[in-house]
Each structure stands twice: as C-alpha cells, then as structure tokens.
C-alpha cells in the first residue's frame, strides 16, 4: 500500500488490485439474523410499513435502537422525538451506523443500515421539528430496542451492550489486524473519518485533498474490555511520533488521530499521550472529536485476513 501521487504505475497497479480482489457484500461478511417474511418485505425489498402499526413509533423509552437484521446500533433514544408522522422520528444517528442513498423516486433520500444495508426508511431535512432539523423517518420493523436498564443482557446470544472508538494511525489494514485479535472486540470496520468529502472512495482519500484520515471502527463488549485498553493497543501498534505519515505511507490520511466520542474517552487519551511523553515520545497523535465515520469498500475489510498475511508497518510495541 506504499503511494505515491506521481506514479502513475501505482494506480494501475491498485485498479488490477481492486479488479482482482474478492469482493464480498458487506451483508455476507456479517451475520445476519433470519427475517419473516414481513420483516424482508421492508428490510431487504425497501418496503414500507403502515403509518401508527409499529412497535416504535410512539415509545419514549431510554436505550439504543439496533439492526433488526444485523445488530448495529443504529439509534439513542436522545435522538428520538415526536413526530406525529406515524413512524418513529430520530434528529441523529449514531455516528456512522446510516448510509443516505438516493431514492428512486428521484424526490426523496433512502436510508440503509451502513453495516449490512439493510433499508430504515427516508430522512427529511428542514422541516423545522428539532434544532438538528432532520428527521430519520425509520420503520419500526427495521429495528430492535434494547432498553438502558437491559443494556448488559444479551439479546439473542449476541453482545448488545457495546461501545465503539475510532483510531487513526496510518494504513488502516494494519491497525484493524490488531485490534482484530484483541479479547473484548466484537466488530470492526476500516474507513474515512475527520475530513469534508461525503461518501469518500478509496480514490479520493489518495488522490484528493478530502482531508480525511483512514481510521478504525472499533465496536467492543466492555463487559470484558475497556477503552483504555484499546486506546493503549492503538498506541502500541503504530508510532504516535510520526507526523502525517506511519512508515512508508505518506500523506496526512496516514495520520495519527484519535476521534473521541465523549468527555471520558478524550480524558483517557490524553492521559495516556502524557504517559507517553513522559517516557520521552514526542506524541503528535490528534485527540479530535468523532465525526461522521465513512465505511471504507468491502475489499478493504479484514483485508490481512483475506490475504492470509500480515502488516507491513504495524508491529506491537510495548509502550505502557
Ligand atoms: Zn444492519
């Protein structure tokens, strides 16, 4: 993955990489839970279900709304209100958890499950309801709730109560490897975060100024692990001290940056880079807040796991 913006070579030689690579969808990589025939009506053939018949489209309970069909969490109830519409009314996703597509009515704007593209229903901006003026207009039939008081049970086996952190420390193959093989992970995903460019293709990261940096979506249980152990494996698994590069990758989308998602996760980061600095590391790692989180293409996931080999410049090192 060495680039370089004047070889053109090196274009050639990722457009044979991308041709060649096997690409399975993203609904294959995932597990996904069997639907009825109902629930596939909607999720999968982008139905819709009546106005004021679902299970949701009322409810002011506290917890996460998930995937019915393939557990990301996709919704908080903070984001939840009163619409009147019918259908459940979110101002806000979770960052990262909603693909936006372009319907084909030509009208309206389409919203997918970003994880296995699952269809939510329609999001529809300036109407004037929340602050946020947007509303997420999402079946009910398309979604699971976990109540916050049930927030440490599992729900069909599968760990419900997750948290996410998103790292960036150069090529993202190398730092998913990693986090891959860590106790406590339950997901994770290579993408593009921090910069301006909506929907950024792997072309745009290289070849245009986009400003985003290639970055890890990490989803663990932390029932058996905790940010700080994470954050302290994003450290030990790239050099913080390189600036806007991680070894033969240079660029400022190989840049190393650590996008928080709340006061607690920015605290530990940067008690850790002091930790670091005391022990003489010159840390130029950012500590920005999270932003939308962009899925990077399928072949880019798990992509040291399809290959069957291993990171070029992302060795363990012990720092802590
Ligand atoms: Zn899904």
Not at 210 to 224: I, N, Q, R, S
Not at 252 to 264: I, K
Request: aromatic share 10%; net charge negative.
């Amino acid at each position: 993955m060495i680039r370089s913006l004047t070889v053109t070579a090196t274009l050639v030689v990722t457009g044979l990489l991308i041709a060649l690579a096997v690409r399975p969808g993203n609904a294959e990589d995932t597990k996904l839970n069997p639907l009825n025939p109902e629930e596939t009506r909607v999720i999968v053939n982008k139905g819709t279900e009546m106005p004021f018949t679902g299970e949701f489209h009322a409810s002011k309970e506290k917890g996460t709304y998930i995937c019915k069909r393939c557990d990301a969490p996709l919704y908080t109830s903070e984001s939840k209100f009163d619409s009147g519409c019918g259908w459940p009314s979110f101002d806000d996703e979770i960052p990262g958890a909603v693909k936006r597509l372009p319907d084909p009515d030509g009208r309206r704007t389409e919203i997918e499950c970003a994880k296995c593209g699952g269809h939510l229903g329609h999001v529809f901006l300036g109407e004037g309801f929340t602050k946020k003026d947007t509303r997420h207009c999402v079946n009910s039939i398309s979604m699971k709730f976990v109540p916050a008081a049930m927030a440490s049970a599992a729900v069909d086996g599968a760990p419900v109560n997750t948290e996410r952190a998103i790292f960036a420390g150069g090529c993202f193959w190398g730092v998913e490897y990693h986090f891959l093989r860590a106790p406590g992970v339950v997901s994770t995903t290579v993408g593009y975060i921090g910069g301006k460019t909506e929907n950024p293709t792997y072309k745009d990261i290289c070849y245009k100024d986009t400003g985003h940096a290639e970055a890890l979506e990490v989803v663990y249980d932390p029932a058996k692990t905790n940010f700080e152990t994470m954050a302290k494996l994003f450290f030990e698994t790239h050099d913080p001290t390189q600036l806007n590069r991680q070894g033969p990758d240079i660029g400022d989308q190989y840049r190393s940056a650590v996008f928080y998602a709340n006061d607690e996760q920015k605290a530990i980061t940067e008690k850790l880079i002091t930790k670091l600095t005391l022990k003489g590391l010159n840390v130029v790692t950012q500590v920005v807040p999270a932003t939308k989180f962009w899925p990077a293409e399928d072949y880019h996931q798990e992509y040291y796991e399809k290959k069957g080999s291993e990171p070029y410049c992302h060795a363990y090192t012990k720092r802590f």
